[in-house]
């Protein structure tokens, strides 16, 4: 099943908190998800979702939700999207780029989206100790 996922991420990589959607293209606005990010916006480095039939890009709601995070925090996380075909981030300076080489936690969000790319399986890279 295709789905739209959610990850907070800490300053180390590692995943701070979770959720789902039921659809593969929307992932409707959450009280949890608002209530998750509050609670660990000392902690809080990126937010990351996943678009598992893509497009590889920012939705017009993408970029209206990441306008009202960044209003709420009064800072700006890093964001970024995965999709089958790679991996978009929009930097603390607003800029977007492609990393060359994408975290470990992609393919964990690429195997809870329902994303495999070649309708095999998805093989997760090695979790970073710690």
Do not use: K, N, Y
């Not at 739209?4 to 995943?15: S, T, W």
């Not at 999709?83 to 936690?105: I, K, N």
């Amino acid at each position: 099943m295709q789905r739209e996922v959610c990850f907070l991420i800490d300053g180390e990589g590692r995943l701070l908190w979770s959720d789902a959607s039921s659809s593969p293209i929307s992932l409707p606005d959450s009280r949890a998800r608002w209530e998750a990010i509050w609670r660990h916006r000392a902690q809080l480095s990126e937010i990351s979702h996943s678009h598992p039939i893509g497009p590889l890009a920012f939705s017009h709601e993408d970029e209206t939700t990441m306008e009202a995070l960044i209003a709420a925090l009064g800072s700006r996380p890093r964001f970024s999207v995965v999709a089958p075909d790679g991996m978009l981030v929009r930097d603390r300076d607003g800029q977007e780029l492609r990393p060359p080489e994408e975290p470990w936690w992609t393919g964990l969000l690429r195997l809870a989206s329902g994303m495999t790319g070649d309708g095999g399986s998805v093989s997760l890279p090695e979790v970073p100790p710690g």
